[in-house]
């Protein structure tokens, strides 16, 4: 190891090739090439494998990060790709779109002037490697079970409990809306983030490996030729696991904010991802979510608000406008992120806030007023006060709410008044067992712990498939028991 490793004081931190900031405004392919075998094997070298490893500890799957580096500096792809898939179910979509500044990358031990390891491109190398190897297969259990569970939700977090439990040998069966897997990492994720045949590929794998996709098949209070109702799934499986995600959009009051061409973030992402996709869609195509030629601005300092200003430079935008309350430091979105952002041309407006918008029928500008950064509340943050006499006005033909995301009241939708909810509209779960008020249905993710990163969602997946399997071993013991 002493020969391959700890060449941090001698070799430079080196991300993959990025396309240059003028090509890669024209299309919506990932900005970054693949490392070369010798490149990636150099860059893996670089981690000192320190005895305790806080790249694993602040990733939330608790990923071997330092056992797979060392593989690929060995050379040993096969095997640093099962370290890597033991403990991710999709190292190919966290290796892409992963906030690794913020997570693993970020608490690399590796001493300032030296930079971190580059953790991220090692493992979207690792997995592509192994699906260019065939090295990636379907599940195949050991024996087969007669239960079935239902998953409601086709997004990373179902996705990886479907996984698990197929694994186990269950009868798997994902139910989602819409009409391709994935949820936000289909509809809601550009391709120059995550380029969608990287979905399709594990689709076909999943569909290989047993797992039945109900897609268009949304969950409600009656059956109907594109629904079901949630007292019917109950009916019909062992177990079921509810794994929607967030998708109800934060909102934004004040003058003027009923204005046409004031759109969602979701709408507005959606309607992108699915014509980059080759399907037809009226609003886009009749300019309402399409910012082609217009003055964009968009209101939030998230990651959800660096895809949408930087699908509107894809698009055409005349020019596009990022409105943030906090500063630069205080943003939530990825600080590499913000960089490729402002690469491609995106103007950051830091401390403003939006007031009102102008407009007749349309919206024509945003009026907004200057922030500044007050004393830190009760979790540590800074408050954000006006300034006063500091209002200004951005022209905006186009202005995207990226505010975040909210529970949809689903015990409402679903017909189901006992299922209980936080005051947040999330539901509650036992802790330990994911199971919610309803016996037998479990619940993980972002409609558990509110809107949160993907690789929360793989975790929490696969850790409620686990509670799942043990509650349906215990159920079919005490079955058994009684037929005795």
Request: some cysteine; overall charge negative.
């Amino acid at each position: 190891m002493a020969e391959r490793m700890l060449k941090f004081v001698s070799v430079a931190q080196e991300q993959p090739d990025k396309r240059p900031a003028e090509a890669r405004r024209k299309d919506f392919n990932e900005i970054y090439a693949e490392f070369v075998p010798a490149k990636a094997e150099t860059q893996a070298s670089r981690c000192s494998q320190c005895g305790v490893p806080f790249c694993s500890v602040h990733c939330p799957l608790g990923n071997n990060i330092p056992d797979w580096l060392m593989m690929t500096a060995a050379g040993r792809m096969q095997e640093a790709y099962e370290l890597s898939s033991a403990t991710n179910t999709f190292p190919e979509i966290c290796g892409r779109i992963c906030p690794q500044d913020r997570l693993c990358e970020g608490n690399c031990v590796i001493e300032e002037g030296f930079e971190s390891v580059t953790i991220g491109a090692v493992e979207r190398y690792i997995t592509d490697t192994a699906f260019d190897n065939g090295w990636v297969r379907p599940v195949v259990p050991v024996a087969e079970r007669n239960e079935s569970v239902a998953i409601i939700g086709a997004g990373p977090g179902g996705l990886a409990a479907a996984v698990q439990l197929r694994e186990q040998g269950y009868q798997v069966h994902v139910y989602d809306r819409y009409d391709r897997i994935g949820g936000l990492l289909m509809y809601g994720i550009p391709g120059f983030k995550l380029e969608k045949d990287i979905v399709t590929r594990r689709h076909k794998l999943l569909v290989e490996s047993g797992i039945t996709f109900h897609l268009g098949k949304g969950v409600g209070d009656t059956d109907g030729a594109d629904s079901i109702a949630f007292s019917t799934l109950r009916a019909r499986h062992d177990s079921v696991l509810i794994a929607t995600g967030v998708y109800k959009s934060r909102d934004i009051g004040g003058p003027g904010a009923g204005l046409g061409g004031i759109v969602r973030a979701l709408d507005y992402l959606t309607a992108s991802n699915r014509v980059s996709l080759g399907d037809t869609v009226a609003e886009y195509d009749s300019g309402e979510l399409n910012a082609a030629g217009k003055s964009v601005v968009v209101i939030g300092g998230g990651d959800t608000a660096m895809d949408c200003v930087r699908t509107a430079i894809r698009q055409g935008a005349k020019s596009v406008k990022c409105l943030y309350r906090r500063d630069r430091a205080n943003m939530p979105g990825s600080v590499r992120e913000v960089k490729n952002a402002e690469e491609e041309g995106v103007e950051f407006v830091w401390l403003a806030a939006p007031q009102a918008f102008e407009g007749d029928s349309s919206v024509t500008g945003v009026r907004a007023s200057r922030m500044k950064l007050g004393l830190p509340d009760a979790s540590g943050r800074q408050s954000v006060e006006p300034v006063e006499n500091s209002a200004f006005t951005l022209e905006a033909d186009l202005v995207v709410k990226a505010l975040g995301f909210d529970p949809e009241p689903l015990p409402t939708l679903w017909g189901q008044p006992e299922l209980e909810v936080s005051r947040w509209g999330t539901l509650m779960v036992d802790r330990k067992t994911f199971m919610t008020s309803l016996p037998g249905v479990f619940a993980a993710g972002d409609i558990v712990r509110g809107a949160s990163l993907v690789v929360w969602a793989i975790r929490d997946g696969r850790d409620a498939a686990a509670r799942m399997h043990e509650w349906l071993e215990e159920m079919m013991a005490a079955q058994a028991e009684v037929a005795e």
